[in-house]
């Protein structure tokens, strides 16, 4: 039964802290999402910066999956690039504190 708390608990890392969180500073680490999410393609991320009102800058990543040939791009939902990036890194966590435990004794 413990096994299974802490294979959900990484899962639950794996998205929020490492994808979603580490993914915000960091978006190229969700390129590890591309063989599932973005198969027939590259998979590419814009970045936006603009000022609403002086004193304030917002920056927008969009990640998209452009055709292999490059005629065409689609617009990538975040849900299921964090969700599968974020199971990927969770379960190489789960693996990283199973073998700590194995070492430990």
Request: with cysteine; aromatic share 12%.
């Amino acid at each position: 039964m413990k096994i299974i708390v802490a294979l959900v608990v990484c899962l639950f890392m794996g998205i929020t802290v490492i994808s979603v969180g580490l993914g915000a500073a960091f978006p190229s680490i969700n390129r590890i999402a591309k063989p599932i999410v973005c198969s027939d393609g590259e998979m590419t991320q814009e970045s936006r910066i603009y000022n609403p009102y002086p004193g304030k800058t917002v920056t927008s990543q969009t990640w998209y999956c452009a055709s292999a040939d490059g005629t065409s791009k689609r617009q990538l939902s975040m849900f299921p690039i964090s969700f599968i990036a974020g199971s990927v890194y969770g379960l190489i966590l789960f693996a990283l504190m199973f073998v700590r435990r194995l070492f430990r004794g």
